[in-house]
């Protein structure tokens, strides 16, 4: 049964295929040591001999660890990791190195971004924890890479939905002022009338008056809106007012004495059934 490689230190499983541990030495003797080292392990164990087929294996595997000697004949482990580090950069890299001189792990260190630099001979055990800690390291950075694509994602999303809400708000902003605009348009309109204009809604209350209406029924104390439509008119007209509200039909009458015509109209769409609106105008000529 096949294995699958878990990190040693997070209790979660990395979302990542087997993992690839790729061995350069120049040295047939050290790679092998290496592939006997980590037979057991869960891992696919991939060498090259030079750097050069190393670049070669890294054009068509995907690596997670390399473990390269520190010198090699024509490209050694830091020019290797350096040329490594800018088009693979997210493997980890270890270098392993029968030599101790503090200027060659320095160069190593800054040119290569090595994450440890081993001293020949290794020590079995020693290798085996840092390799998989190097494993758990890769699969942190994944992890925090995969979480960091998530938040642009989420902010990127955030972003476009505020924008689309601002566009909302202003085109609502604007459909508002507009409707203000004609509310005001229509106040205008309705108190220049030269003849009154009432509205009564289906509580038999006066909601709406326009100037003429005031300057006629305000000889009769208290009219306005707010006042009770029974104290002003005749039954004849909140009979009328009654009946145009529940039929929703438009009805036209007579006010004794004076002839006047009124008009009594229902208020429809979704005001329909709460009130009428009610114009009296003079007879027409030779009535």
């Known amino acids: 049964m096949k294995r699958v490689w878990k990190p040693a230190i997070f209790s979660w499983e990395a979302p990542m295929d087997d993992a690839c541990i790729l061995c350069v030495d120049d040295e047939t003797g050290i790679l092998?040591?290496?592939?006997?080292?980590?037979?057991?392990?869960?891992?696919?164990?991939?060498?090259?001999a030079s750097a050069e087929e190393a670049l070669e294996i890294l054009q068509r595997e995907k690596v997670h660890v390399m473990i390269s000697d520190q010198r090699m004949p024509?490209?050694?482990g830091?020019?290797?990791?350096?040329?490594?580090?800018?088009?693979?950069?997210?493997?980890?890299?270890?270098?392993?190195?029968?030599?101790?001189?503090?200027?060659?792990?320095?160069?190593?260190?800054?040119?290569?971004h090595i994450y440890k630099f081993i001293l020949k001979p290794w020590n079995d055990q020693n290798l085996r924890l840092e390799i998989r800690q190097a494993l758990?390291?890769?699969?942190?950075a994944e992890t925090n890479r995969r979480?960091?694509?998530?938040?642009?994602?989420?902010?990127?999303?955030?972003?476009?939905?505020?924008?689309?809400?601002e566009k909302a708000v202003k085109e609502r902003t604007r459909e508002l002022k507009m409707q203000n605009h004609a509310l005001e348009l229509s106040r205008a309109v309705l108190e220049t009338l030269p003849f009154p204009v009432l509205g009564v809604s289906?509580?038999?209350?006066?909601?709406?008056?326009?100037?003429?209406?005031?300057?006629?029924?305000?000889?009769?104390?208290?009219?306005?809106?707010?006042?009770?439509?029974?104290d002003f008119f005749e039954e004849e007209v909140l009979k009328a007012i009654h009946l145009v509200m529940e039929k929703n039909e438009t009805l036209r009458l007579q006010v004794l004495?004076?002839?006047i015509s009124l008009t009594i109209t229902p208020l429809t769409g979704r005001f329909q059934g709460a009130g009428a609106v009610l114009v009296f105008s003079p007879p027409a000529s030779g009535e």
Do not use: C
Not at 82 to 111: C, F, H, M, Q
Not at 152 to 159: F, G, H, R, S
Not at 209 to 219: C, E, I, L, R
């Open 78 to 112: 830091t020019d290797l990791f350096s040329r490594v580090r800018k088009k693979w950069p997210n493997i980890i890299r270890i270098i392993l190195s029968g030599y101790t001189d503090i200027d060659s792990i320095t160069e190593a260190i800054n040119r290569g």
């Open 32 to 48: 092998q040591a290496l592939k006997r080292l980590l037979r057991r392990e869960a891992y696919q164990i991939l060498t090259a």
């Open 74 to 76: 024509g490209m050694d």
């Open 147 to 165: 979480l960091q694509h998530t938040i642009l994602e989420q902010n990127e999303a955030l972003k476009n939905s505020n924008e689309s809400l």
């Open 202 to 230: 289906s509580e038999g209350l006066v909601a709406v008056a326009n100037q003429s209406a005031m300057d006629v029924f305000s000889k009769k104390s208290g009219f306005g809106p707010g006042a009770e439509a029974s």
């Open 136 to 140: 758990d390291q890769y699969a942190l």
């Open 257 to 259: 004495p004076e002839q």
